[in-house]
């Protein structure tokens, strides 16, 4: 049984640059989620995907952008790069369906770095 | 603002104690709670969820919530250098949705052998 999974594992781009990162939920799962993770730092939440929309959204602007396709996996788009974008990002996935259980797991991630 | 507030230690254990690990929330209205540990270099792994007032057990971990006092913590048993990592207390956002989560900073714990 497949995890989440996560592409690519690391990625360098440039100040200005747009990036886009890809998720595959774990099997049976419906919802994703994205996550930022700064060094040192817990996980701030971005946005949440169900039934191909953005159902929740954290405190982030609108360079970052997403998208979930009808076999749940997602991307998250970030456009105009800083420096301040670097940083680990996490997808998180559960089954939406699931009375009183909101149980997400992480895939491994995808390290990015801004120069 | 709403927060999550943990120590960041290091807390350090010797093997075999119990490691006692805390977390405080800022919203009353938070129902899910969740502890997650966090490898070097990984990603986080969760390891216990709860949601209503009391104690639940899991093999050597046991989280407790106290929803009045806004408090939540995690107890290893028989701590093993193994479980040497950052745990994370995460809990929900907002009533309506148990999916976007509020993360705390992390406490890193070290079990010594």
């Known amino acids: 049984d497949a995890g989440v999974t996560q592409s690519p594992t690391h990625l360098i781009k440039t100040r200005g640059q747009q990036v886009t990162l890809r998720c595959s939920p774990k099997s049976g799962h419906d919802t994703v989620s994205w996550y930022q993770q700064a060094l040192g730092q817990g996980p701030q939440f971005i946005f949440q995907?169900?039934?191909?929309?953005?159902?929740q959204r954290g405190n982030f602007p609108d360079r970052f952008s997403g998208h979930q396709f009808p076999n749940y996996s997602s991307e998250l788009n970030v456009n105009a790069l800083l420096l301040g974008d670097s940083a680990l990002y996490l997808c998180a996935s559960g089954p939406y369906s699931r009375e009183n259980s909101y149980e997400q797991y992480f895939g491994p991630g995808t390290r990015l770095t801004v120069t | 603002q709403k927060e999550v507030e943990q120590n960041s230690g290091p807390l350090s254990v010797p093997e075999g104690a119990i490691a006692s690990l805390n977390c405080t929330y800022s919203?009353?209205?938070?129902?899910?709670f969740f502890w997650y540990r966090q490898y070097s270099g990984k990603s986080p792994e969760l390891i216990m969820s709860?949601?209503?007032?009391g104690d639940k057990e899991d093999g050597r971990f046991t989280a407790q919530l106290n929803k009045a006092s806004q408090y939540v913590s995690l107890l290893i048993r028989d701590s093993q250098p193994s479980d040497s990592a950052t745990y994370l207390c995460?809990?929900?956002?907002?009533?309506?949705?148990?999916?976007?989560?509020?993360f705390g900073k992390g406490t890193s714990l070290l079990v010594t052998p």
């Open positions: 709860i949601y209503s007032n």
């Open positions: 995460a809990v929900n956002r907002d009533s309506n949705s148990g999916y976007a989560l509020n």
């Open positions: 995907y169900y039934e191909e929309e953005e159902r």
């Open positions: 919203d009353r209205g938070s129902q899910s």
